[in-house]
């Protein structure tokens, strides 16, 4: 098999060096630097409108990049996200549809899909990740294709602690292409890492114009630890970890404009889901809300225009997108595999698929819940029951349930919705034919400590 990888090396270099790269100063391939913003709201950054000076190096960006405005994950879970993200597939189609199984167990994706990094390190570049939360370890099966993959030791780290060792990766950089992966996880309101002094925020007139159409109530109660939750306060400190969390995003940028390699390098910053924060009297996510499935995604290619689309899109079209905006960038069957779309080619918009956590179901012995949300409508579906109709044009923050007076367009969501699932589970039946459809991994009392912290076991 060594024998076999030298020589495919071999002829990779020469094909490399025919065209620019593997010898020469520079490839031709640019870089890839994929950062993605653990829980971070779209609307709680000022590039999508939020009045708080939340996120400048990252309204910066995309001042010069395209923006998706209306992007939603399939999912506000960290995990089957970022594998929906990497593999351009839906969760129910890659098999995690949430951080832990039942008992707290991970279950790994199937091994019949590939994500994008085998790709890029199957071209020759060089492929290292660094993250920052338990959820997104190394079995779970998303560090497939890195040659570095760099999780912290405890439950989670600070993006200021994750920057320490892409850092040093980049210092390392030889001639090849790369592609970094930075997952910073701050923006977790209370439950998670310190705030600054100097980035602290305080709820004045201006929060309560945000939060009132959004009926946000001034106190909740939390489930999980029992405590009166002043949203306020806890929008006020979630605000402080982006802002935290911004800062290190403008450390790694300077890092790669001092290489001299910005020019050379495509940079997407996308966030995996939102955060509740009160809204629909939910304070973290797991949930189908719009709020928490709204995520950031900037796209910066060397010399496209910058530009923002409007149409609502999946998180899964975003790979595919980038590489039609970049077309040197290497695609090898991932487009083949991908359910996701060039959101930029001109074709007719689709309806977005959404789901809930299957751990939000099996805690609270619940139905399983799931969207499709389109320019104009979020149509939600229970399986027991219980549709919800929104008009997203009227009443962008779902307050008024209009699927009782909307019958025959309600049915009709419901009918796309139930073929969507159907077509699903076809693909995740052919992804895992010849494996083991259950195969799980070992949780250690270490680890399961951690995620209970995290708030991922109850």
């Not at 199937?110 to 079995?139: D, I, K, Q, W």
Request: net charge negative.
């Amino acid at each position: 098999m060594k024998r076999y990888a030298g020589l495919r090396a071999i002829l990779l270099c020469s094909v490399l060096f025919a065209i620019g790269g593997c010898g020469s100063k520079k490839s031709v391939m640019p870089n890839l630097l994929l950062v993605t913003l653990d829980t971070t709201r779209a609307d709680h950054l000022g590039c999508y409108g939020y009045f708080r000076n939340t996120s400048p190096t990252i309204d910066a960006l995309a001042d010069q990049a395209v923006l998706l405005e209306k992007c939603y994950a399939p999912i506000a879970t960290t995990l089957p996200s970022h594998t929906s993200l990497l593999t351009g597939v839906y969760p129910l189609e890659h098999g995690i549809t949430a951080n832990l199984a039942g008992g707290g167990i991970p279950v790994l994706p199937s091994a019949n899909l590939h994500s994008y990094t085998m790709v890029l390190r199957e071209t020759g570049y060089r492929t290292a990740a660094f993250v920052s939360a338990l959820p997104l370890r190394t079995e779970t099966g998303i560090s497939r294709g890195f040659e570095v993959f760099e999780e912290p030791v405890t439950k989670r780290r600070s993006a200021k602690e994750t920057n320490k060792g892409a850092l040093e990766w980049l210092a390392s950089m030889d001639e090849r292409p790369f592609f970094l992966w930075v997952h910073y996880f701050d923006p977790h309101g209370r439950r998670n890492l310190e705030v600054p002094a100097d980035t602290v925020f305080f709820a004045d007139e201006s929060m309560e114009a945000f939060l009132e159409p959004r009926a946000v109530p001034l106190k909740l109660f939390a489930t999980t630890t029992g405590d009166s939750v002043n949203t306020r306060e806890l929008i006020d400190w979630y605000d402080g970890q982006i802002r935290t969390m911004d800062g290190q995003v403008g450390v790694l940028f300077d890092a790669i404009r001092s290489m001299g390699l910005w020019e050379s390098t495509v940079v997407l910053v996308v966030g995996d889901h939102g955060e509740g924060l009160g809204q629909h009297r939910v304070l973290h996510h797991e949930r189908i809300w719009g709020e928490q499935l709204h995520v950031p995604v900037i796209l910066r290619v060397p010399g496209q225009e910058p530009r923002r689309i409007g149409e609502t899109v999946s998180l899964i079209d975003v790979l595919p997108t980038l590489l039609a905006l970049e077309p040197s960038l290497p695609r090898g069957a991932f487009l083949e595999q991908a359910r996701g779309r060039d959101v930029l080619n001109g074709s007719d918009p689709l309806p977005v698929f959404g789901q809930e956590s299957d751990r939000t179901v099996a805690r609270e012995r619940d139905h399983s819940t799931y969207s499709l949300t389109t320019d104009e409508w979020r149509y939600i579906y229970r399986t027991l029951g219980n549709e919800m109709l929104y008009d997203l044009k009227e009443d962008p923050f779902e307050i008024v349930n209009l699927a009782p007076e909307r019958e025959e367009l309600t049915k009709r969501f419901r009918a796309e919705l139930e073929s969507l699932i159907r077509d699903q589970m076809e693909k995740a039946r052919f992804y895992r034919s010849g494996e083991d459809s259950s195969q799980t991994i070992e949780l250690s009392p270490e680890d399961e400590a951690s995620m209970r912290a995290l708030g991922y076991v109850d």
